[in-house]
């Protein structure tokens, strides 16, 4: 890698630390006690007048990055931002003394430093912490981005999100915020009895979702695993062996496109929950969802890049037929031939896959084409074709399945079942799946006899239910792009 030449304000920050090794300072730092953060600080004396604030004699002992500096002869002020915010400080030498005075003057914006002091306000009713003394933590040696030219770029930022971080208040506040949302969802779970768990990354088949998976080898064994695209087969082993309400909230892995809603490495969060059907996973969602808003944001109704989005009210629930009758005009339950299905979607610009020969499949090109767009507020869609859902009950029409998918925004935010535990049809449905891979469907499950014989041993009926974390962050935080609510999102090569 090419060394990268040094510019006249990193090359003068280097210098400085053999003047702090002078002075008998590690330019790297030390423990160090911090007694309050800015917004403690500022919760205390929140609607105090000067001269309460002083009759505190509020002594505190912060720590944090200097964003502002304005060194002015024997008096200056600075900015130290910690986890929570910003908080102003005044240094003066009278105060701190000439020794711990000369060291502040060696300071650049960038550098982390603690301050021991007590609260005061300014004259222009800034508060601000008086600096009794001053300790150099950690030196800096890149000058910050500018405020307003510096780090835009949503490629850079996610690059290097450490500066973003430091530079962007939005995004220090969706990062506090991410596991705001998943510590809701948990506490909204465990209230109801259900047990957080874990289950392997690694799998010896790929299934539980249609999607292409990550292949990895393991050496020791010699063999070929996958990185799971979903957590479901484990889970629903854990309602065979009794467990009965199980959640996991971790991460997967799809080996597919990028975009503003798409990473191949993304959290899910998935449940089941014996003696409870698809009814009972809309139910159960929605009062999550419903928790999580208020509990992030203070509402239950948000506004996300220009729409107001009501969680409030109950969710909505049709079925996607009934969408696709009232957008084109057309019943598929009544369409049984799949040559008709098919003149259909050529007359309607729907080019089909080969292995998609069905009028399950037809008619389910038609809702994703025509139809998901539209759902802006909370909409349960259910009834789909029992092609597209290997893992489903049938539901009393043999052609269709007991599931729905929760749209928001016109993005698909959860999928649940009521969970197929009839060992004979899910081994036929592996099998369908199996026909489709040879048709070419990159996505579609592989045969996973292990999980057939643990059905085989009898799995309680049951609900299920996933969800992208990350989405529902999004929607949450107002982000249009899930690389906004990844710390560290996958990147394409610069």
């Known amino acids: 890698m090419e060394e990268k030449l040094l510019n006249d304000q990193e090359i003068a920050r280097r210098e400085k630390l053999a003047k702090y090794v002078e002075l008998g300072v590690d330019p790297y730092g030390q423990r160090y006690e911090v007694s309050h953060h800015a917004l403690e600080i500022r919760e205390i004396c929140k609607d105090k007048t000067p001269e309460e604030i002083q009759a505190l004699e509020l002594e505190v002992s912060i720590a944090g990055r200097i964003k502002f500096l304005r060194k002015m002869g024997k008096a200056s002020f600075f900015n130290v931002l910690d986890k929570t915010g ?47 003394q001053f300790t150099h933590l950690t030196k800096c040696l890149h000058p910050l981005p500018e405020k307003f030219h510096g780090l835009t770029d949503i490629e850079e930022r996610s690059r290097r999100r450490y500066l973003d971080l430091i530079m962007n208040e939005e995004a220090r506040k969706v990062a506090f915020a991410r596991p705001k949302v998943i510590r809701s969802m948990q506490e909204g779970l465990d209230a109801q009895g259900f047990v957080e768990v874990e289950t392997s990354m690694l799998t010896n088949t790929n299934g539980g979702a249609a999607a292409r998976p990550f292949i990895t080898h393991h050496n020791t064994l010699d063999r070929d695993f996958f990185l799971r695209i979903a957590l479901e087969i484990n889970l629903k082993k854990l309602l065979v062996g009794g467990m009965e309400r199980v959640y996991e909230i971790n991460r997967v892995f799809r080996n597919e496109g990028m975009d503003a809603n798409h990473n191949p490495e993304f959290t899910m969060f998935e449940l089941y929950q014996a003696y409870t059907d698809l009814k009972g996973m809309g139910d159960l969602i929605e009062n999550l969802i419903r928790k999580a808003a208020k509990d992030v944001t203070g509402d239950t109704k948000i506004n996300y890049q220009g729409k107001d989005i009501d969680f409030s009210q109950p969710f909505r629930w049709v079925k996607m037929n009934d969408l696709i009758k009232e957008k084109c005009g057309i019943d598929f339950s009544q369409i049984t031939d799949f040559e008709e299905a098919k003149a259909l979607a050529e007359k309607h610009n729907i080019k089909l896959d080969k292995f998609k020969n069905t009028v399950g499949h037809v008619m389910n090109e038609f809702y994703e084409e025509f139809c998901q767009d539209d759902l802006i507020q909370p909409t349960f869609v259910y009834c789909y074709p029992i092609e597209v859902s290997p893992l489903t009950k049938k539901g009393k029409d043999p052609r269709y399945v007991e599931r729905f998918e929760l749209f928001v925004n016109g993005h698909e935010l959860a999928n649940a079942y009521t969970e197929l535990n009839d060992p004979i049809d899910q081994k036929e449905r592996f099998e369908a799946q199996l026909k489709a891979k040879e048709l070419g469907d990159e996505e579609a499950n592989e045969m996973d006899n292990d999980f057939i014989e643990a059905l085989e041993y009898g799995m309680p009926p049951a609900g299920g239910i996933g969800m992208g974390v990350d989405r529902l962050v999004m929607l949450l935080t107002n982000q249009a792009s899930i690389r906004e609510v990844v710390l560290f999102p996958t990147m394409r090569d610069k």
């Not at 300071?107 to 430093?113: K, W």
Request: aromatic share 6%; net charge negative; proline share 2%.
């Open 86 to 132: 910003p908080i102003q400080v005044y240094i003066g030498i009278d105060v701190v003394g000439e020794a711990n005075y000369e060291l502040f003057k060696l300071a650049d914006v960038g550098d982390i430093v603690g301050v021991k002091g007590k609260v005061m306000t300014t004259r222009t009713g800034e508060l601000t912490v008086r600096c009794e």
